[in-house]
């Protein structure tokens, strides 16, 4: 792998943190869209390289889901929404 590329992906990398850490920081709604259709929302609790951690309240069933774990590979869109 070249510099050239190594840095572009660098550079995606860190503005892809930045971004996630400021809507945990503000403590935002989110709208996650999934490669198979699937919306999910809630409030994104932590993240690592592969995954973000989600709030969820929903009930599936007879079982409520407090949070899940979410691959960032399957993820489309990530979009904010204001509060209240």
């Known amino acids: 792998m070249n510099n050239e590329v190594k840095n572009e992906f660098s550079e995606y990398f860190y503005l ?5 850490d400021k809507i945990i920081e503000k403590n935002l709604m989110v709208d996650v869209f999934l490669s198979n ?6 409030k994104i609790l932590g993240y690592g390289s592969d995954t973000i ?7 599936v069933g007879n079982t409520t889901i407090g949070s899940q774990i979410i691959y960032k590979k399957f993820i489309t869109t990530l979009m ?3 509060n209240g």
């Open 16 to 20: 892809e943190n930045d971004y996630i």
């Open 37 to 42: 259709g699937v919306r999910l929302e809630g």
């Open 53 to 59: 951690k989600l709030t969820a309240n929903r009930k």
């Open 80 to 82: 904010t929404r204001e």
